[in-house]
C-alpha cells in the first residue's frame, strides 16, 4: 500500500444519511441498519414511501431489516464475494451496463501487464513463505512518457474490461448456489431488481457494515460491491454510491484525525522505516497524472503534510530540517493494530497498556490469549467512565471469567472519565457531517474529561524530559501547545487546530504580491494550505469546518431548496462541505445530469453549478477532466492495481475457519495475504470437530457493553443468548429456552437457546450447513446477567488489508447443557 500512497476515507458514505431518500432501491448486505442504525433508517422508510424504492436484504439471518424487506435471500457467512462476482458476470451476459460511465469513467479501457494472472486462486506474484504478494505485475502498461495505455473501444484482450470478464466468468448462477447456499432464483430475481438500476435514471443505494467488513477479506467485499455500482454509473448519484454505515457515534471522526497507528489525520501516512528521508517519503506521494491533463489531486499531499508538521511542532520545524520529519515515528511492520499489540503484549514486549474508551477483554477475539496477555502487563491504565470487564479481567467470576486473581500481578489503574453526554465538541458521523454538540450534563464524582486527562500526562512526561532528559526529547519538548489553559485544551481551541489558519501572510499562487490570507487568521478551507510553512492545519479535509466565518459545525439551517436532502447550511461535511463524494460523475461526458430530476451540478458552459459543491475544479471542462481527482487516471478503479494487498479483484476465499474447502484451492486456508502470528497458527479447527458456521451481531436493545449497566436495557435483554434453526436444535436435542453450551477451538461459553426461523440451515457444496448466531452484549460487569459473548470462541486473525478481525464467519460446535445455574 504505501508504494502507491495514500488511502483516502477508509470507510465513510459517499453519500449521506438524508440522501438515501432519493434512491430507488436499496440494497443492505453485510448490515442490518434496521436495527444497527434505526435512526437512520428513517431514510430508507422516506425513499419507500414517498419513490416507492424496494429494499433487498441478504444476510444468513432473516433479521429486523429483512422483516421490513421487499425481498430476502439467505446467504453462508463469508461467502459473499462469490455472490457480488455473480452478479457483476450476470449485469454483463444481461447487458445491464452503464456503458459511458464504465468507458470514461472507470479504468475499463485501461491495459494490463502482460505478466499479471490469476490461477488456482491466486494471483500472479503470490510467495508462500511470506504470505504476501510482489505486485509488480498488477498494473497498467504505460507508453514512452508515463502514461497508462487505454483502449477506448475495450477491445483489447488485456484490457481492465476483458480482464474482468474473464475473471468472472466462473461464478455462474450454479457456482453461487453451490458456494453461498444462495437459492438460484432467488440469486436471479436480485440480478433482476439490480440490473434495472444501470439505467441513466435509476440508482441504487449500498448499504452496509460489520456483516463485510469483519473477515479476512472485509476490504474485498466492499470492493466488489463498489464495482457493481460503477458498472451501473450509480456512484457520484444522488441517490447511489456506497455507503459504509459507521459504528459509535464518532468512530467516522477517530479514522478521519487518524487514530491508527500507520495513518496521519486526514488519511496520511506514517513513512515506513524505508522513508529514511523527506524527500522518498513525499515523492512516492504526490502522483503525477497517469493520463494527459487529469488532477491527480494528491499532488498537494506536500501542502497537507508541511502544514500537519506546522501544527505539531511550530516554529521547529523548517525547510532546512525538512519540517522536522525526523521526529515522525518509523513504521517497521505494515501497522500497530489491536491484534499486533495483544499478540506484542502476549510475547511479553509491553509493559504498559493505556486503555482509553476501549473494553478490548469483550469485544477482541480470543478472549483467553487476551487475559494471558493483560496478565503479562506491568501496568494497565483504564480510562473509562465505567468499570469494564478490561479493568476486571483479573476477578474470579466462576465460569463467566475463570481466573486465578493470585497469579497475576498486573497493576491496573482506573482514571474515571466523562462521557459524551458531558463533552463538547463535534461528533462525526457517516457521511462526514461533523456536527457540534454541547455538554448536557456535569461530570459526577471524579470525573475528568479526556482532554484533561491527557494534557496531565503530557505535561508530567514534558516536564520529566526537561529534568532527566532522554533519548529523543526533541519530538516532546517542541510539541506545539499553546492553549489559554495548557492543562485543559477546550473543544473550539482544538477545532480551530484542526481548521489550520496563517502562520505567516499566504500569497495568491497566481500572483505572488496578493495577500490571500493575514498572518493569524483562520484558513477559508485546503485550497489555501502551502508547503512553503507558512499555514497550519492539524486536519486537512476539515480545514473548513471552523473558519473566519465561525464555527460552520454548529450550523443549523435545515433548508433545502433542492429537495435532494443536501442540507447545506446544517453542521459542516468533509470535504469543503461536500455532501456527495464524486458527484461531477452524477453528470455525462458532455455534463448533463444522467438524471435532470436528481441533477447535484451541471455544466453551465463555463462552469459546474447545482446545489451540492462540485467535486472537481468549478471550471474543469467535462470530456477532458475525468470524475475521479484523487486518483491519478481521473478514473475510478475496477482494478486496483497494488493499492490492495490481496487482489486487484476480489476472489473467492474461504474463512479462516470454514465448513468446506476452497474450490478453487483446497490446500489454501482463509485470505492468503492476511497475517497470521506464528504462535496462533494452532488455534485453527476444522468442521469435522466443530461443524457449525457461528457469527455474531448486535441488538437494538444494547449498546455494545456500556448499556448493560443500566437496568432499563439491562431488563430488556437480560441475559445471553444465542440462536439457531428449528433443524439444529431437533438434531442435538436442544428446546428453544433451554441452556446450551457452545465452544470453539479456542473457548467455550453458556447461553440460553433461542430456537427460530429466522435462521434456514443452507446447502453448500452438497452439505447441509448449520449457522450459530451469537449476540454480543454480556459480559460480567454491569446489571444484566452475568454471560461471555462470542469473543472467547472467535479466532485472532484479520482482514488482509486492514486487519479488522474476522468476527462474522468461525467454527463452532454445541450441546444442550444442564439448567442449574452454575455459580
Ligand atoms: N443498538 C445498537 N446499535 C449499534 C451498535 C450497538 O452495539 N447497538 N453498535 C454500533 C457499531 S460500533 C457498529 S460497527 C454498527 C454495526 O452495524 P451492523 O454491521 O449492521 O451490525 P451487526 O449486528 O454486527 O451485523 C450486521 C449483520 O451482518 C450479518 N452477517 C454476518 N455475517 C455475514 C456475512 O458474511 N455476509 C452478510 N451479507 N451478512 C453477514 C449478521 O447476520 C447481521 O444481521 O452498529 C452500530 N449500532
Ligand atoms: N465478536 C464480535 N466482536 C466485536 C464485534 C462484533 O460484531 N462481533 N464488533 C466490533 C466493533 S464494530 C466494535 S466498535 C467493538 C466495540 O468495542 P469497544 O469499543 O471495546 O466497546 P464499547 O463498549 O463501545 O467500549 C467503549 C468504552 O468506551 C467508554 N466510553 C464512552 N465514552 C467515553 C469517553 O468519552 N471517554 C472515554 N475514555 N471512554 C468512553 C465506554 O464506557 C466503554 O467502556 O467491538 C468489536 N467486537
Ligand atoms: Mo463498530
Redo the contacts with the bound molecule.
Sequence with gaps: MSSLGPTFGRGAMTNSWTDIKNTDLVIVMGGNAAEAHPCGFKWVTEAKAHRGARLIVVDPRYNRTAAVSDYYSPIRPGSDISFLMGVIRWLIENDKVNWEYVTNYTNAAFLVKDEFGWSDGLFSGYDEEKRDFDKSSWDYKKDAEGYAQVDMTLKDPRCVWNLLKAHVDVYTPEFVEDICGTPKEKFLHICEMIGECSAPDKVMTSMYA?GWT?HSKGAQNIRGMAMIQLILGNIGMAGGGMNALR??SN?QGLTDIGLMSNLIPGYLNIPTEKETDWQTYISSRSFVPLRPGQTSYWQNYPKFMVSFMKAMWGDAATAENDWAFHYLPKLDVPTYDVLRMFELMNQGQINLYFC?????L???PNRGKLTEALSKLKMLVV????A?ETSHFWENHGIYNDVDPASIQTEVLELP????AE?EGALVNSGRWLQWHWAGATPPGEAKH?TWIMAQIFRRVRKLYEEEGGVFPDPILNLTWNYADPDEPMPDELAREMNGRALTPVYDTADPTKVVVEAGKQLKNFSQLRDDGSTMCGCWIYSGCWNEDGNNMARRDNSDPSGLGVFADWAFAWPVNRRILYNRASADMQGRPWDPERALLAWNGERWEGPDVPDISPTAKPGEVMPFIMNPEGTSRLFTRGMMRDGPFPTHMEPFESPVENVFNAKMRGNPASRVFVDDAEQFATSDEFPFVGT???LTEHF???TKHNPVNATLQPQFFVEISVELANEKGIRNGGRVRVWSKRGEVWAKAVVTKRIQPLTVRGKTVHVVGIP?HWGFMGAAKKGF???SL?PFVGDANVETPE?KAFLVNIEPAAEEPVA
Excluded: A
Excluded at 356 to 360: D, H, K, R, T
Excluded at 383 to 386: E, F, K, V
Excluded at 417 to 420: I, L
Design positions: 460489520l469483519q459504528g459509535h468512530i482509553q474508551g476501549f473494553n478490548p469483550l469485544s477482541f480510562m473509562d467512565p465505567l469494564t472519565t466523562t462521557c459524551f463533552d479526556d455474531s451481531y448486535r455494545h457493553y456500556w454480543l459473548g462470542p469473543n472467535t468476527f
